[in-house]
């Protein structure tokens, strides 16, 4: 059963099209991600789930009912936000029940849900507190409490750690992915910081522009992006891009006087194509001294940045910038002059004019 | 051990503690201070003039040094000013107006603050479609000169039935606090972060839930700030309070005016000074209870934060 339909949802700010017939089933318990720059849509799409917003046309389903026009409160959902959003005049545990008070639920059945919660976040001792005396990491565990006492079906995370120091926020986003575990609750959750992407998602539903690019586990994502933009945008240091041609009927790259066999391509069919685009990750090149014949294309090297676990080489080839990744203990010095061996079966291949993979 | 090692290095530096010594007789200081104090002696000497005048007897007065503390102090005018001296027909003094000035100031100014604040938040929180047209003529409103008004607001309220009565007035002075103070609580609440509002909803808040339950605990500046405005100006109102009430109604600064200006019989400036300084100790009162909170409440709407 799917947990979240969105069909053909369009809104229209004015004359600004903010979202575009966007379709995106989530099934039960899935845990979706929508990534993407900013100003791409992926707050809105999240804020129109939520019932925040008004849809200019299509239809959103919640549990297969159409809650299309419901109240955000009538929705089965809970919303963490990114500046936590806690009320500041109420106490942590006012802020927890306050939707729960909103219910008209009876008193007891309240402090249990409260301290459901307080115990699954860890936050019992800090119930009386008021949310200006607590730390921002306490506040954001207080903020998906709110979302937990509700007991709803749909979670929805709003760039929830954006707010957080580096160090917390690697930890809240072990912690969320231990409390979806636990819980088997369908959550959405918007970011545009690709590790959390990567790390939390069932599914990753990058967008750009109100439209989203390609819906699809993160190794997908990541090994076979659908076209240009996903390829550039997913992975740090972003991919590598070679623009060549495709020669011989489909078989070979050309690319700076040499060729690349393209047989081990992991995709389509590849067709003779004057301007293509071969884009290859840095942990998928490897540096060797001597050329191999269809396998490997010269390169000079720039420089190196060790950076700590391994290191990053950054070579130019025929006018192109590369990078590598390579063990930290390689050290190549500026001006060398290497041959670079694509492994082509784990590389994407795209089409000039329409950006798509092949 | 911990002690003796901490204050070691301080000892050692003793005589360069403490902010770099500066001479206090310096020129400079001379002039500041004493402009300041120039001014604040031209601020002080009405006043002075005032409450001195007004412990008077009028023999005393007669003689002319305005400046000199009474030789006998009597506080024979301020009971005058306050219940027995005369305008028109009437003499009971200032107190009449007082409380008429209480009844118009009570409702007036929560009346106005109420309306104002829903009308702020709405316009910030649910906005409508046509919300900023909508904005957009009340502030207008405000650029529009009172005496363009009064006459056509003199025939609405006729036709309302309710000119020359308090209600009539309560009316006027809330429609006219309408654009400053709209303008003050849209801009107090749209520096309030917009997640929390949403936030509200998601738990199921609605419009008054959320006014009441949210918004409002997180406003205490900016009502005080419109508190004061509104008591300050309604208080020192005299345009309106003349023009749209019937002398028995007539707020504490027209009867004050009617009083210092009547021209029968001798000027007795000792009960027209007491007389002012009583209309003035409301909004006085204000500003000193209030002050500090009024400060941080003008930063608060001017700062987003």
């Known amino acids: ?358 | 051990m911990a002690d003796l090692t901490a204050t070691a290095p301080v000892a050692a530096m003793e005589g360069a503690r403490g902010a770099k010594p500066r001479r206090r007789l310096s020129g400079r200081n001379i002039m500041i201070y004493g402009t300041l104090f120039v001014v604040c002696l031209y601020y002080i000497l009405p006043l002075w003039v005032m409450v001195m005048t007004s412990l008077k007897g009028m023999p005393e007065i007669r003689v002319g040094n305005i400046f000199a503390p009474p030789v006998e102090i009597t506080f024979e005018p301020w009971v005058k000013a306050w219940a027995e001296a005369c305008t028109g027909l009437n003499c009971d003094g200032l107190s009449r107006g007082f409380w008429n000035s209480v009844q118009i100031l009570i409702p007036s100014v929560i009346l106005s603050i109420a309306v104002a604040s829903v009308n702020g938040y709405a316009l910030v929180n649910w906005k409508f479609k046509g919300a900023d047209v909508f904005f957009t003529i009340l502030i207008f409103g405000s650029f529009i000169p009172y005496q363009v008004m009064l006459y056509p607001i003199v025939i609405l309220l006729r036709e309302l039935g309710i000119y020359g009565t308090l209600t009539g007035l309560v009316l006027v002075h809330t429609i006219f606090g309408m654009p400053i103070l709209t303008l003050l609580f849209r801009n107090y609440f749209s520096s309030l972060p917009e997640e929390l509002f949403k936030a509200a909803r998601v738990d199921g808040a609605g419009f008054w839930g959320i006014y009441f339950r949210i918004m409002l605990p997180m406003s205490l500046p900016i009502f005080v700030v419109a508190v004061i405005l509104q008591v300050t100006g309604i208080w020192n109102d005299f345009l309106f309070g003349v023009v749209f009430t019937k002398p028995d109604l007539y707020p504490m600064t027209v009867q004050l005016n009617n009083i210092v200006n009547s021209v029968q019989g001798v000027k007795e400036y000792n009960v027209n000074m007491a007389a002012t300084l009583l209309t003035g100790l409301v909004p006085l009162t204000i500003y000193f209870i209030s002050g500090k909170l009024f400060v941080r409440g003008i930063a608060a709407g001017a700062v987003k934060g």
């Open chain 1, 1 to 358: 059963m799917h947990s979240i339909q969105v069909k053909d949802l369009t809104l229209n700010f004015g004359a600004v099209s903010v979202l575009k017939n966007l379709n995106l089933d989530v099934a039960e318990g899935e845990f979706i991600v929508l990534l993407g720059p900013s100003g791409c849509g992926k707050s809105t799409l999240l804020n129109c789930l939520a019932g925040l917003l008004d849809l200019s046309d299509g239809q959103i389903w919640i549990k297969g009912r159409n809650v299309t026009w419901a109240e955000p409160n009538e929705r089965g959902i809970g919303m963490v936000f990114q500046s936590y959003a806690l009320y500041p005049q109420m106490t942590v545990r006012g802020n927890l029940s306050f939707g729960l008070k909103n219910a008209r639920m009876p008193q007891a059945e309240i402090d249990k849900r409260v301290a459901r919660a307080a115990e699954i976040l860890q936050i019992g001792p800090l119930l009386d507190r008021k949310p200006s005396a607590l730390s921002g990491g306490q506040r954001q565990r207080v903020a998906i409490g709110r979302a937990l006492v509700r007991d709803v079906d749909v979670f929805l995370f709003d760039e929830p750690l954006s707010n957080l120091d580096a160090k917390l926020r690697s930890e809240l986003r072990v912690e969320i992915k231990r409390l979806h575990a636990r819980l088997g609750n369908t959550m959405v959750y918007v970011t545009h910081d690709q590790i959390e992407a990567l790390t939390l998602a069932d599914r990753i539903a990058v967008m750009r522009g109100g439209i989203i690019q390609q819906l699809d586990a993160p190794q997908t994502i990541y090994n076979k992006p659908a076209n240009l933009f996903v390829a550039g945008f997913i992975g740090s240091p972003s991919m590598n891009f070679l623009h060549g041609a495709v020669t011989d009927g489909g078989r070979a790259f050309a690319i700076a006087g040499t060729k690349v066999d393209l047989a081990a391509y992991d995709g389509g069919k590849p067709v003779d194509a004057p301007k293509a685009i071969l884009g290859v990750r840095p942990e998928h090149i490897e540096i060797v001294t001597a050329p191999e014949s269809g396998l490997t294309i010269p390169a000079t090297v720039e420089l190196d940045e060790p950076m700590g676990a391994d290191s990053l080489v950054w070579l130019t080839t025929g006018g192109t910038q590369l990078s590598v990744r390579v063990p930290v203990e390689r050290r190549l010095a500026p001006g060398t002059a290497v041959h670079l061996k694509l492994d082509v079966g784990k590389a994407s291949l795209f089409d000039a004019a329409t950006e798509q993979r092949v």
